[in-house]
């Protein structure tokens, strides 16, 4: 089983900073990496799949990169609806797909 | 609308059997995999199990391996998650996620509560 490795825990970033989450994989797990965003008493929403490609109607504040076992989510600017949690997935190796065990990031 | 919907609430007590649904809509149904996802109150996102709509082939993470069961009929365009004995330890939000290539349609989930 591929584990996902996500840090820090909880973010801290003032409204109009850039905030950069990290995730880990344990093997290699090419570009077959996702990100979702998940608000409170919300399902989760797709942000990126294959790492880098945003999903249908994200911002563009929103960016992902990395691939092999280290990738990354930036927020170029915050806003204040960006606070949520936000979890990446491996769909490279199964079963079972992976998720790492989410950032929180909150406005400072 | 492409959508997925997903059955109601359930409370159960231990030891009794529960089925829950997650419909798709708006686009043809078997040719996308829909995964199940545990989320447990306050934690993060597991995955469950997956299934091929168009051969009814399931896969299951080996957590979950032996306690459920995930069917689908593609007459009615849905998918199924059911337990035999349900335990106290199955408390938890499920959601069902359709996969192209991660999973990029939700259902907006089932609670399902267990307490004697």
């Known amino acids: 089983e591929i584990v996902m490795t996500q840090s820090p825990a909880t973010l801290s970033v003032s409204l109009g900073e850039r905030a950069t989450l990290s995730c880990r994989a344990s093997?290699?797990?090419?570009?077959?990496l996702a990100w979702y965003q998940q608000k409170p008493g919300q399902a989760p929403r797709l942000l990126f799949y294959?790492?880098?490609t945003r999903a249908s109607g994200i911002p563009a504040r929103f960016s992902g990169s990395g691939s092999g076992r280290e990738f990354t989510l930036t927020i170029s600017s915050l806003q204040s609806e960006d606070a949520a949690v936000y979890y990446c997935?491996?769909?490279?190796?199964?079963?079972?797909?992976?998720f790492g065990q989410g950032t929180k990031v909150e406005i400072k | 609308e492409v959508q997925l919907v997903q059955s109601g609430a359930e409370v159960k007590k231990p030891g009794e059997s529960l089925r829950i649904s997650c419909k798709g809509s708006?686009?043809?149904?078997?040719?996308?995999?829909i995964n199940w996802v545990r989320q447990m109150p306050g934690k993060g996102l597991e995955w469950v199990g997956r299934?091929?709509?168009?051969?009814?082939?399931?896969n299951y993470s080996p957590s979950f391996q032996g306690h459920v069961t995930i069917s689908s009929d593609t007459s009615t365009s849905t998918a199924y998650l059911q337990w035999t004995n349900v335990e106290a330890s199955d408390t938890a939000m499920y959601y069902c996620?359709?996969?192209?290539?991660?999973?990029?349609?939700w259902g907006r989930g089932t609670l399902v509560s267990v307490s004697s």
């Open positions: 996620a359709r996969q192209s290539p991660a999973f990029d349609l």
């Open positions: 708006g686009y043809t149904f078997s040719r996308y995999w």
């Open positions: 299934i091929d709509p168009s051969d009814s082939h399931a």
């Open positions: 093997q290699d797990v090419i570009s077959n």
């Open positions: 294959g790492a880098s």
């Open positions: 997935q491996q769909y490279s190796n199964w079963p079972p797909w992976t």
